[in-house]
């Protein structure tokens, strides 16, 4: 719990300086982003040496494969580099998502109830047997956290659809991301993250693939505009049409996930 509570502070706190100097000091830049990486970067490889430090035993460490429950992939010391890559990718994945009214919550809610759960059965002894889930002491307390954000995400979305009447900003994207794969990482559940969390993934992967494509190409575009959900709304789609097909496809994607449990 209190590793996720870093995580999500620290992150918390960095958004918070980038959206006052672009709100309150009218610098539209805000915080580099090679500052802003620089600090994301610092904050995720002290959270995962921290996880790594206090790891119990050689499930605390390993790499599980959904549907495939008799593949386990011990990791070692390579628990801190993919542990790094998911805080740092994850939090900069739903900040990128966060650019339609609504958009990035309801994913988030899911994502958050779906590991919530996986949380509970991989923390009880009896469930993580039945289940085939490898038992990590103490996970259990995480449900009551992930039902908190679910809860929460849930009054955010309230006032957050379209037209919004408030919006989360770095202030609350960047710490969301963070707290996810701290969970997933902490339940052992990395890649059932990448399932659950493709809303994520495809949004941050068509920003790189825009980048990279148009650097190569010497200013050629896949998208008419990135992060992806841009390209759709330009092609003519309504704002509420883009979020409403996002949402329900982080719903099949929860469904998937979820699947996997047994």
Not at 10 to 37: E, V
Not at 225 to 236: E, Q, R, T, V
């Amino acid at each position: 719990i209190w590793i996720i509570l870093f995580v999500t502070i620290s992150y918390g706190l960095i958004g918070y300086i980038d959206d006052y100097k672009k709100i309150i000091k009218n610098n539209s830049d805000g915080i580099s982003a090679w500052t802003k990486i620089f600090w994301q970067s610092l904050i995720a490889i002290i959270a995962a040496y921290w996880l790594y430090s206090i790891a119990a035993d050689a499930n605390t460490t390993s790499l599980l494969i959904p549907y495939l429950k008799d593949t386990i992939i011990q990791l070692g010391a390579f628990y801190i580099l993919v542990s790094f890559f998911f805080i740092l990718g994850f939090s900069n994945a739903v900040n990128l998502t966060d650019g339609l009214d609504g958009l990035a919550i309801m994913p988030t809610v899911l994502v958050g109830g779906a590991l919530g759960i996986f949380a509970y059965v991989t923390g009880n002894i009896n469930f993580s047997s039945y289940l085939g889930i490898p038992y990590v002491e103490g996970t259990g307390e995480i449900f009551v956290f992930c039902a908190a954000l679910a809860g929460a995400g849930l009054g955010f979305l309230w006032f957050n659809t379209y037209p919004a009447q408030v919006f989360m900003g770095d202030t609350g994207s960047m710490p969301l991301g963070g707290l996810l794969a701290t969970i997933a990482i902490i339940i052992r559940q990395e890649f059932l993250l990448l399932i659950i969390g493709g809303i994520f993934i495809i949004e941050i992967g068509s920003s790189f693939l825009q980048i990279y494509y148009s650097k190569f190409t010497g200013g050629k575009r896949i998208f008419r505009c990135a992060p992806i959900h841009h390209h759709f709304h330009m092609k003519g789609w309504s704002e509420s049409q883009v979020v409403t097909r996002f949402w329900l496809i982080a719903v099949v994607l929860a469904m998937i996930a979820l699947v996997t449990i047994k």
